[in-house]
Structures are given as C-alpha cells and as structure tokens.
C-alpha cells in the first residue's frame, strides 16, 4: 500500500516500531490497534482496506512482540502505556480510536485511565477480567513441561485455557482455528527466543484491567463462549466504564478476532465512526453494561 510506512522508535531503553497505513482525508481520528501477547504490527493487516478509507491505522510492534526489544523483568504496563503515548507523539496526533484485544485489551484500557484525554474512542475485546485459581494452576502445569523440555504437552495445556472445550458449544471454525493457534504458539516457544517468557507474563502478570473510567465512550466485547474470562465477568469490568456498552459475538470463544473476522471488523467500523450497532446480525447480547 503506497501510504505504508514503518517508524522505529525507544521507549525506557527498548527498540521497537509502529506501523502506518495513512489516510490523507480522513473521516474520523487514526485508529490505533493492540493485540494479543504474541501478535505484530503486521498482525491485523486485514483491517487495512476496510479502515484506510475511513482513518489513518496504526499498529505496533510493542515490547515483546515482533522485532521489538523484550521487556526486562522490571518493566510492565507502565513501560507499555509509554511505548503507546510516543508512537502518539511522534505522529503528532492529539487522540486516537485505541482498539485492544485480549492482552492488547489490558494495556489500551491502563492507557485510558492514564490518558483519557488522548482516546477518541475505546474498543475494547477479550478482556482478561478475571483469571481464576484454576486457569493459573493448570497454566502452571504447562509452564512446569515447557521447563521440562515438552513443548507439545505445554502447548497442548495452554490449548485448554485459551479455547473453549466444550464441544455442545457451537464455535465456527473451531478446528481450523484450533490447529492455526497451536502451530501459533509452537512456533512461539520453540522458535522465539522469548516467546515463552512474553506468554509467561500475559498468562500470570496481575493486568487488573480495574479501577473505572470516566469521559471516553467505550464498547466492550467478547465471544459468546469466551472461557480465558466469562461474558459475565467481561460485563462486570465494561460498568465499571461510565456510559458503557457491553456485547456478545455469536458463535466464538476467546479467539473471536478469527472465528468470526468479519464481524470484528464490521464492528471495529462501526463503533469508530458511531454506525448503530444494534442492527449487526452477529450480536447475541448488545447493552449498556450498567443496567
């Protein structure tokens, strides 16, 4: 794409890079995007046609991720919400669309809460609200056979935690999706040098997406079968967000953004230039979180 250009940038003494697709006339603020624990900048290249026409987008390779530096054990959220507030600076832009999901979903609303005034609109999807004592003991029994040189069996724990198992729930693609996560992942920890570390982090750092937020017009969702943290428990957090709203994708788990792609850019699209959201035909649930 012609308008494509990489910037490097440092942040608390990291390397790392931000992606930008630019939109000369645009309709409404860039929207900048954060994905998971593991995705890049290149990560959500399918949202370029649909959103270049509307805005400039804007993803990065965040500490951690892609050819970015690790972040070193005494780094966190903090350095994150940095590495996000330079890329803003140094596009010389006053606000933002911030669309995170799952791990991106943590670091985008810690962002809001320290720069409200910087957020046009937040989007928020597959947020770790809540991780139980179960989650973090099995996840310890996957890190326990990647210590012991198993990779496949931890992959295959993780597998457990990150996808909905329960197979009377009906989850499009499910086994395509399945197989695309676990080569994933393999590929994470057998071919990266700290792709193990970064799951490590995302998997029991405390995130605690908590804590409210006022003044920024918000939308949390989640699939419907999401089990990382429940629909009801992703409710709990979205009112805790005055004013928000709080929906559900039909026919998905956690890995919604690929089970049902189409929906979450059509989304993305709609709440980024205020379109309905009522009338999309993949919502079970579309309400003020706070009822």
């Known amino acids: 794409m012609t308008n494509e ?12 890079s931000y992606r930008l697709v630019r939109q000369p006339a645009p309709r409404t603020e860039p929207v900048l995007v954060l994905g998971g624990a593991l995705q890049d900048k290149y990560g959500w290249q399918h949202l370029d046609e649909p ?22 054990p005494d780094q966190g959220l903090a350095t994150m919400c ?12 006053a606000r933002v669309n911030l669309f995170g999901y799952s791990f991106g979903s943590a670091i985008a609303f810690a962002f809001a809460q320290r720069r409200p005034h910087r957020i046009a609109r937040l989007l928020l999807g597959g947020v770790p609200a809540h991780i139980t004592n179960a989650q973090l003991a099995l996840w310890r029994q996957a890190a326990a056979r990647m210590a012991a040189g198993e990779p496949e069996e931890f992959v295959d724990l993780a597998l457990k935690l990150w996808l909905c198992q329960d197979e009377s729930r009906f989850v499009r693609h499910r086994k395509l999706v399945h197989r695309y ?11 990266i040098p700290h792709g193990f570390t970064v799951l490590d982090r995302s998997a029991t750092e405390e995130l605690n997406p908590s804590g409210g937020l006022t003044g920024v017009p918000a939308l949390v969702f989640c699939g419907e079968h999401d089990t990382v943290s ?12 005055e004013d928000s709203r709080f929906l559900t994708i039909a ?28 009338t999309a035909d993949y919502l079970v649930t579309c309400e003020p979180a706070r009822l």
């Open 51 to 72: 959103v270049s026409p509307l805005a400039s987008l804007i993803t990065i390779d965040l500490p951690g991720s892609g050819n970015a530096d690790p972040l070193r």
């Open 5 to 16: 250009a990489v910037h490097p940038l440092r942040v608390d003494g990291l390397s790392y």
């Open 251 to 278: 026919e998905s788990d956690h890995w919604v953004a690929l089970e049902r792609a189409q929906a979450v850019v059509d989304l993305v699209v709609r709440f980024f230039t205020d379109q309905p959201l009522e």
């Open 230 to 241: 429940s629909p009801a428990r992703q409710r709990e957090f979205a009112a805790t967000i």
């Open 82 to 93: 940095r590495a996000v507030e330079h890329v803003l600076d140094d596009l010389g832009v």
């Open 181 to 191: 996560v676990k080569r994933l992942i393999m590929h994470a920890v057998t071919h």
